[in-house]
């Protein structure tokens, strides 16, 4: 049975980006999560990483289509 929830860590991971980067996204509403647990550790669904994942090709795609992409 695949988790349900994973924490920040295993997000930076999938997403290969930094502990502060994956707290930004959380902070700023970007990438929907909660806090559990008596030390209130940050949890995100599985789900909620998927359709963000999505959002941003979908985003990544109109860029490039208006051509507001610079090169990086």
């Known amino acids: 049975m695949a988790k349900r929830f994973i924490p920040l ?10 502990s ?7 902070r700023t509403g970007d990438l929907p999560a909660i ?3 008596g030390r209130g550790q ?5 789900a909620e990483l998927e359709a963000y ?4 090709y979908a985003r990544t795609a109109e860029l490039v289509r208006s ?4 090169d990086e």
């Not at 860590?9 to 930094?18: K, P, R, Y």
């Not at 940050?42 to 599985?46: I, K």
């Open 35 to 37: 806090k559990v647990g």
């Open 20 to 26: 502060a980067q994956a707290y930004a996204l959380v």
């Open 53 to 56: 994942i999505q959002r941003m």
């Open 9 to 18: 860590s295993e997000v930076c991971e999938i997403l290969d980006i930094s």
């Open 67 to 70: 051509g507001e992409l610079g």
């Open 42 to 46: 940050w949890r995100v669904e599985t």
